[in-house]
């Protein structure tokens, strides 16, 4: 086994104890008490039913948590709940704990590809501690494609609240999908699974390093799996829900790390989707999408007076950013009735687009950059929720499918400007 310097001595002794496996579930955590016993229930209740013959380990990749998550993590009890249902396994289950204290989330997923790779795991899945409601099927149907059908990385679907999940739906989902030629509906999640092939390739890759994915770095695992071949699919899980007390990041945040980590995606693989146009299908195991009428409440005035002023306060960075056209448009947007605001999809696709391609002529203040769409992606939103206020699930879904479309019909102008020799400096 190839040692990496990343991985503390503390970590590459225990994983010398464990020896190879065939299964491996990783667990990042900070300060998840209230969820972690629960979570290595659910994990182990899947090994027992699923998986009773092979070798497995959960490894929890800890920053820094003073609440006990550890020790609860290293002493819950549910191989004994397991065992009390009835169910048996002939084998042995190993806890490893890899301990940081302030790391990025791409130093959590880079420990555990790595783990996977030194303990030569067929089958590999992530799950977050913060998920209240992970059960033993999600870990199954994260691991079940890997080690039983051979893919390489198997992205989740959930159930979501027809307002949730916006961005992945107004921007991810369009650009992945018509970029890169592949329907993955969720690529930042925090439950997804992949092979032991796939986490070797990453491993060694020189991505870990680059600070516009630090915070997610799962967009890069599903990019790099659709760029260099691997199989790729989708699984079914089920509602999302966290806990209370569980912090939402505003949307800045949001959209500069989500955005952020894709936009340096499609700069990076730049000469994968250049030569590729093909737009397929994933294998999906269960429904490929899922839409509830839960109730959501929204300060909509509040939306449409943030992105009127954000496309004030930022129109001289924005005139350099977008098209002629594309920048008219969006200030006529901005002065018009807030009760007539309607974002098509075609203005939408090329204002994303027109920022992708500044993206990567930008040398300088890329941060900076995407910071720039959150006004914009406000409008986008808020004329969403104007658009669908009365809209059924299958309407809102018909929508987004166009969206993808225009998305994907845009991608000439996409590359135009990507070819382009413009650049922006901020």
Known sequence: MAEDSFLTDDL?????????????????????ADTIGHTVEAIEESFQHAFPRQRVVIVNVDCGSNDG????????SG???????????????HRVVARYENATQATVLRTIAATGDLL???ACAVVSAATS???????GNLLQPVYRQDFDFVAPLYARQRFDGLLARLVLYPITRAVFGKRIREIQSGEFGFSGRLATNCTTSDMWREPSIQDLPQACMTVTAIASGYRCCQSYLGP???PVAAQTPDIVTAVRQAVGALFWCVNAYEDYWMGHSANDTVPSFGPDHELTDDPVT?????LFELFRSGVAELSPLLKTILAPDTYAEVQRLAACDERKLCFENMLWARTVYDFAASYHHTLLNRDHLVQALVPLYRGKTYSFFLQHAASTAADIEADSENLCLEFERQRVHFMERWKSQTEVST
Do not use: C, Y
């Not at 464990?18 to 955590?29: A, H, I, K, N, Y």
């Not at 191989?79 to 289950?93: C, D, F, Q, V, Y």
């Open 240 to 242: 999302r829900l966290r």
């Open 298 to 302: 929204v300060n909509l005035e509040r």
């Open 69 to 76: 998550t550890i020790d609860l993590f290293l002493n819950s």
């Open 79 to 93: 191989r004994k709940n397991a065992s009390s249902r009835g169910i048996t396994s002939l084998r042995t289950e």
């Open 133 to 139: 409601n992970l059960t033993a099927d999600w870990v």
């Open 12 to 32: 590459l002794r225990q994983l010398i104890s464990v020896g190879e496996v065939d299964l491996l579930v990783g667990v990042p955590s900070r300060n998840n």
């Open 120 to 122: 030569r795991a067929r």
